[in-house]
């Protein structure tokens, strides 16, 4: 993308001190993901959709997004000499495959940012060396870059290395072989931060209204942030007292009880939210983004109560696969920022993020003597031993010896 910003500058397309402005109109655009199937001009015109439904944004922002666009589809593609455009459109042509083969196997829109984009730094590390990236050798290569010189966490590099084994397994068609004997990076194994009851009280002081709910939600039920925020109002059962958590992670269905003090408050909250959807409706919009096929297999059913979000934005957007405006659930990273501005004003000193409260409630859960298998199920984990790391919490805050200090007479 330094590339497209030379080129503008260097042909006077814009002054140097709003490039960088032209640039992230770019990278918003490319973020979208649209196909390349589209024209030009269709790609430009969705573009410029999805800035008319931001209110954030003025009329010169959105003048400007376009022209930046403009800029770099007309202008600046047509410039790359033969030999890079050759090179750009393979990987182009790569990564349009992955998307398609992440979509068709039915992987979290999410998932799929993050492969294609681990993809994608693989290929320009392959390029950049002159390595052959189709080879399994530049695999470990790679790997060992990432594990050496840039210093990765481990979990970082074994995301990287996923998403390189489903381009090899499922794009290129080929198996890697060879790369046990790689430089891996080292795993650490910390204990997660739990809070304490009395601190769980003092973060929710901090709160009212759906701000309060939403964080005592995921406490109350050990929802990760992700299925809280993707939450379907037909998951909700008040008359059993459950909410049915759909495609978590590993793509598996559980069952959580719903905490009887939030059951009135949320009533009262879901009509309200109801009445923004008929709103909607009567807009010509309320449609919902449907898993899998079900778009198809019933037309009518993004329109339909039930398959509404529990919490939705509250703005409209362009969905960046289909180009329909729609009322998109609330991002993770809102509630990551909800939770952290509560912790600095409670004044908790420990490193808490919203996960930190799915840690408490199986940790609080294991004081209060619920059975460990139940707490797997409730979690969702896949292997006992994952669970298995809260009995270690509670030792370590229950059978902690006491210090020779306090034997003193």
């Given at each position: 993308m330094e590339e497209y910003r030379r080129y503008i500058e260097e042909n006077n397309f814009v002054s140097q001190d709003k490039s960088s402005f032209f640039l992230n109109w770019v990278k918003r655009f490319l973020r979208m993901g649209l196909s390349n199937i589209l024209s030009n001009q269709d790609k430009i015109k969705q573009f410029a959709e999805s800035l008319a439904v931001d209110n954030s944004l003025q009329d010169w922002q959105r003048d400007q997004a376009k022209h930046a666009v403009e800029l770099y589809?007309?202008?600046?593609?047509n410039s790359v000499n033969k030999e890079s455009m050759g090179e750009d459109l393979q990987f182009t042509q790569i990564l349009n495959r992955t998307r398609t083969a992440l979509r068709l196997k039915h992987y979290a829109y999410r998932t799929e940012q993050t492969y294609t984009d681990w993809i994608k730094r693989y290929l320009r590390h392959c390029a950049g060396e002159k390595i052959d990236f189709e080879k399994s050798s530049s695999v470990k290569l790679y790997l060992t870059f990432l594990a050496v010189e840039k210093k990765v966490a481990a979990g970082?590099?074994?995301q990287a290395f996923n998403s390189i084994l489903f381009l090899f397994r499922n794009i290129l068609?080929?198996?890697l072989k060879d790369i046990k004997d790689t430089v891996r990076a080292k795993q650490k194994q910390n204990l997660p931060a739990v809070l304490s009851v009395a601190e769980i009280k003092s973060l929710f002081n901090q709160l009212e209204g759906t701000r309060r709910m939403i964080l005592e939600l995921i406490y109350g039920t050990g929802m990760r942030v992700s299925e809280l925020t993707r939450l379907r109002i037909m998951n909700i059962d008040f008359d059993n007292s459950h909410i049915v958590i759909k495609d978590g992670k590993g793509s598996k269905d559980r069952i959580v009880s719903l905490p009887k003090k939030l059951e009135d408050d949320l009533r009262i909250?879901?009509?309200?939210?109801?009445?923004?959807?008929?709103?909607?409706?009567t807009q010509g919009y309320g449609e919902v983004y449907l898993p899998y096929?079900?778009?198809?297999?019933?037309p009518n059913a993004s329109r339909e109560w039930g398959w509404q979000y529990v919490f939705p934005s509250n703005k409209q957007s362009v969905d960046p696969r289909s180009g329909k405006v729609r009322r998109h659930h609330i991002l993770d990273q809102t509630v990551q920022k909800l939770m952290k501005k509560a912790v600095?004003?409670?004044g908790i000193v420990k490193k808490a993020t919203v996960h930190t409260l799915r840690h408490s409630f199986a940790?609080?859960?294991l004081m209060n003597g619920v059975n460990i298998r139940e707490i797997q199920e409730l979690l969702g984990h896949k292997?006992?031993?994952t669970t298995m790391i809260y009995t270690h919490i509670v030792r370590e805050m229950n059978g902690a010896p006491r210090s020779p200090l306090d034997m003193l007479d």
């Open positions: 589809l007309n202008m600046y593609l970082t590099q074994n068609q080929k198996e909250y879901l009509s309200k939210i109801r009445e923004i959807h008929n709103k909607d409706l096929a079900l778009s198809r297999k019933y600095r004003s409670a940790t609080h859960l292997n006992l031993e």
